[in-house]
């Protein structure tokens, strides 16, 4: 059974850092890109960050590039996202997800539940 298990959400103070580990199991990394989502109270998810599994290549939404950065450790079968710089437009709860695919186009067909992030002075 695939499973996602996100984690490191927590508060933080404007331009901190958070790492968010999502540990995956029930499948092989080959063959599975992993993405990031977030999403707020009345507003759409919005995808953060994905990453490839055929080449590792990396997508970043625009409010992401620059602060986000994606990664993998593919014996752990754990993506991070790590965010830099965290401004007080970024609260929401952040979630991975996966599907079978090597590249990013295309929707989740996996979730994991969410944490929660929060940046407050």
């Known amino acids: 059974q695939l499973e996602l298990l996100a984690s490191g959400g927590g508060f933080v103070q404007p331009r901190g850092s958070l790492r968010l580990p999502c540990a995956a199991s029930?499948?092989?990394?080959?063959?599975?890109?992993r993405k990031w989502f977030r999403q707020v109270p009345e507003k759409e998810r919005e995808e953060v960050s994905c990453i490839s599994s055929a080449d590792g290549s990396t997508y970043y939404a625009e409010s992401a590039k620059g602060r986000f950065t994606i990664s993998r450790d593919n014996a752990e079968n754990t993506v991070y996202l790590q965010m830099n710089s965290l401004k007080v437009e970024d609260p929401a709860v952040y979630y991975c997800a996966t599907q079978p695919s090597y590249y990013c186009e295309g929707d989740p067909a996996y979730w994991g539940q969410g944490t929660q992030v929060t940046v407050s002075s």
């Open positions: 029930g499948f092989t990394v080959g063959g599975y890109s």
